[in-house]
Structures are given as C-alpha cells and as structure tokens.
Nanobody, 123 residues
C-alpha cells in the first residue's frame, strides 16, 4: 500500500507559477514510478507528467512540456510538480499517482492515488 497526500494547490494569475507536492507513505517510495494527472470539470482525467523510480527519466504531455517540471526526492518520499507560465486551461484538480510502469500516460496503470489538490488559473 502507498498513501499519497497532495498539497500546494491555489488560485494564481495567468503567467504565474505554482509548485505542487505529494508526500508518500507506506510501501517503499523509491521503488515506484510517480505521476501527476489532472481533471477539469466535465472532462476526463488527463496525464500531465511522470517520473521513474530513480528520477533519471521523466515524461510529459505535450500540453505542459517546457512549462512544467516533475521531480522527486526519495529521501523525503516526495514528488513535486513545478508549474510555470500557467494558463487558464491548466485549471483542474491535480492528482498524484504511483505505479509500477514507466513511461505511461495510462491512468489505469497507476495503482495508488491521492485525493487531489485544486489549481485555479485566473485570466
């Protein structure tokens, strides 16, 4: 079992920056791949970014590539998502997820999920 708790969601203006954090507990954190997904009202859950267990490889959706950066600190059981140049279309609930597959944007491949944190980008 892996328990995930996200934090850092907030209201921010277009062009602003925000960092989301996800703290994991339970099973050995360093052995799982981590991902971030998001879901806007009325839309399907969308892949954002993923990072391999060691942190040496990352994978991004085209919509956030070059603006978002995923990173992890296995000594602190934490994965972060640095979000820059935010746009109104980035508004969503952001979820942290853990799984055994990398790279994958398929949410069904992630076994554990956090409760989500709201990010709102005002225009």
């Amino acid at each position: 079992q892996v328990q995930l708790v996200e934090s850092g969601g907030d209201l921010v203006q277009t062009g602003g920056s925000l960092t989301l954090s996800c703290v994991a507990s339970g099973r050995t954190f360093s052995s799982v791949a981590m991902g971030w997904f998001r879901q806007a009202p009325g839309k399907e859950r969308e892949f954002v970014a993923a990072i391999i267990w060691s942190g040496v490889s990352t994978h991004y959706s085209d919509s956030v590539k070059g603006r978002f950066t995923i990173s992890r600190d296995n000594t602190k059981n934490t994965v972060s998502l640095q979000m820059n140049s935010l746009k109104p279309e980035d508004t969503a609930v952001y979820y942290c997820a853990a799984g055994n597959f990398f790279p994958t944007s398929d949410y069904a491949k992630y076994r554990y999920w956090g409760q989500g944190t709201q990010v709102t980008v005002s225009s």
